[in-house]
């Protein structure tokens, strides 16, 4: 069965401060891998996706960036938080049929 | 420009009650729409899914009508539980990009 682990669990951090959000799916190989940003309340905004290792795909700019340094890992970063990155960042993986599953997600508090 | 649209942000129901939730979309590109369940707190779960080639998909208490022709579609929960209390999204796929409606909120009292 395919897991997916994201850390860390809950941040606070100060604006402008730098940041790196994780994500790992286990038992799943080559894996699509997205980044989504939901505020409180609201409705989810997909940021990123990634097809391969080494490539990443842009979909909204939001002073962020991702990575895929791994097969199994996609990395979320900015160096310098603004006040409305704060929400929750949530990772999923894609399977073949269109299908995302989503991970526990990261909340995330920039003050 | 919303392309995809849930007509209500909450929606409250008697325990044992068959709730509606409604989402209609623009784009006609379009051709998978999964239904996220999400509680407080926690990631998204996939509910139910159906492609743009079927008009309906059942699972258990879950069920998916869907008109192409209209553009729309429809959650029905048959027999809520308390348990069902959750917020629910309507998502449209079209290749790697997952659109999410706003979410409704059901509420189901006991």
């Known amino acids: 069965a395919q897991t997916i682990h994201q850390w860390p669990v809950a941040e606070i951090k100060a604006v402008g401060s730098p940041l790196s959000l994780g994500c790992t799916i286990k038992?799943?190989?080559?894996?699509?891998l997205y980044w989504y940003w939901q505020a409180t309340g609201g409705t989810l905004q997909q940021l990123f996706y990634s097809i391969t290792v080494g490539q990443v795909e842009s979909v909204v700019q939001l002073n962020l960036s991702a990575s895929r340094p791994k097969d199994d890992q996609f990395i979320l970063s900015t160096e310098k938080l603004l006040l409305s990155h704060s929400g929750f960042y949530l990772c999923a993986w894609g399977d073949s049929q269109d299908t995302q599953y989503f991970g526990p997600g990261t909340r995330l508090l920039v003050l | 420009q919303q392309q995809v649209r849930q007509s209500s942000q909450s929606l409250t129901v008697w325990e044992g009650e068959t709730a509606i939730l409604n989402c209609s979309y623009e784009n006609s590109a379009f051709d998978y729409f999964p239904w996220y369940q999400q509680f407080p707190g926690e990631g998204p779960a996939l509910l139910i899914a159906?492609?743009?080639?079927?008009d309906k998909k059942e699972d258990g208490r879950f069920t998916i009508f869907f008109n192409k022709r209209e553009k729309n579609l429809s959650l029905h929960i048959k027999d809520s539980q308390p348990g069902d209390s959750a917020t629910y999204f309507c998502a449209a796929s079209a290749g790697n990009k997952l659109t999410f409606g706003i979410g409704t909120r059901v509420l189901v009292r006991p």
């Open positions: 159906i492609r743009s080639v079927s």
């Open positions: 038992g799943k190989s080559s894996p699509n």
